[in-house]
């Protein structure tokens, strides 16, 4: 339902280490510092012209959340002659598209289905394209660390010089 779209840029943006503390810290799990997650994508990344990491939110005194990264991002094209027209989406999974409400709101949106959830949401032409997921096992970044945790191969769910990174670095999540 993308006919007549053309994806020019792609922006990762890690999130905030006070988030991702928080949120590990509740499963007693210890977390990766977002200097080096955004150390990560630029590895994953450094193949391509089209994608890289934002680093402003990983960068503020604390936590940012997506509607305030967004908009962060927003400005910056409005900003800029060559990319004041270009239409800005936020990417996400189904899982946190349906627990924001993200189908309803004013921001423009993609939303990836994710294996193993059921949830009938309609393309809005200009706001929300859905895109079917082309995977039959689930992807996540906790899936990962579980893996991690558990002490058992992750490297064939990540960029290799990723996985390099993390051994290098010392940075497997215990």
């Given at each position: ?34 200097q080096d997650r955004c150390r990560m994508v ?117 960029h290799n010089r990723v ?12």
């Open positions: 339902n993308m006919t007549n779209a053309e994806v020019i840029a792609a922006i990762i943006s890690p999130s905030h280490s006070e988030y991702v503390d928080r949120k590990l810290s509740l499963k007693k799990m210890t977390s990766i510092s977002s630029e590895l994953a990344t450094e193949d391509t012209r089209w994608i890289t990491v934002g680093k402003w939110e990983s960068q503020q005194d604390g936590f940012v959340d997506f509607p305030a990264v967004v908009r962060h991002y927003q400005i910056l094209f409005s900003e800029d002659p060559i990319l004041e027209n270009v239409d800005l989406y936020y990417l996400c999974g189904l899982d946190h598209a349906l627990k924001c409400f993200l189908t309803n709101g004013r921001m423009k949106v993609v939303i990836v289905n994710r294996p193993g959830l059921n949830a009938n949401i309609r393309p809005k032409p200009n706001k929300v394209i859905v895109v079917p997921s082309t995977q039959d096992e689930d992807l996540s970044s906790t899936m990962i660390r579980d893996l991690m945790v558990q002490g058992r191969d992750f490297t064939n769910l990540v996985a390099d990174y993390i051994f290098e670095n010392n940075l497997l999540i215990k």
